[in-house]
């Protein structure tokens, strides 16, 4: 596995109220060192963490040397673990998940990208409960992301998620798991104005990403979302995986999801040259 670097942000101010200080923040990056050219934030998975490339990288087809996200010359792809996913080691356990919301996660790897002097992205891509942060970061500072990429995921909860995390604490369940259905059963962007209001602030470019089969992010809710961002003026596209995989096409479809990505990703010299120009 390649290095796994740690942050440690003084203080996490959560939307309840709390603070927690000097929060350890753990994150992976693959290609040119960070500050040297366009990057790429992956939101990983419920499933999943940050080793997303490399040899056991779990999306290892889609990011790495002469993949669509080519991090051979042209992007770093960074990637931070939420905390509590307990990938790290196990001081990262969270017990009370309840105090957590996804827009607290999208605040702290803000916060990340600020100690690691980041402060704009070429894109964020998200998976699931990935996408669902990527939303809410994309909310939290709408003019600092050029590509917004949300795969088989939501800008709200999933319905049945809707009144919070349920049957999860009788008997034995991972806290991990635990927190991660509360993120999930918190992501919304409308806490404070309407889809509408959010949206319009929005300055990235929007790809909707959804799986045909999958039951949890439904593609007729992502057309659903296209069909008002699009009414809404927002530069938006969509795009439907074709599997018998359900949820998990994200994975397993790398072919059909490096075709759908490829037109943000290939013009990866051009976009290298821009950047330099930006850094001077």
Known sequence: M????KIIIPQWHLANGKTLTDV??????FGPVLGTAPVVLVNHSITSNSNISGPDGWW???????RVID????????AFNIPGNEFDNDESIIYNYKDFTAADVAQIFWQGLEELEIYHLHSIIGVDLGGGIAWEMAALRPNSVSNLIPVAADWKPLSYLKNGVRDLDSGFVLPSFRLFNQLLAT???TKHQSFEAVAKNITAAIHLIAIDTDLLFTAYETRNT???????GNEVYYSEIRSTH??????????????????????????MLRFLQKAG
Do not use: C, M
């Open 226 to 232: 296209f069909e008002f961002l699009r009414q809404n």
């Open 71 to 78: 991090t051979n010359y042209f992007f770093t792809a960074l």
């Open 187 to 189: 992501v919304d962007i």
């Open 60 to 66: 290892k087809y889609v990011i790495g040397e002469d």
């Open 24 to 29: 350890v923040l753990s994150y992976q990056f």
């Open 2 to 5: 390649k290095n796994l670097y």
């Open 246 to 271: 359900g949820h998990d096409a994200y994975l397993k479809e790398w072919e059909q999801l490096s075709e759908i990505l490829a037109p943000v990703f290939q013009d990866g010299y051009h976009t």
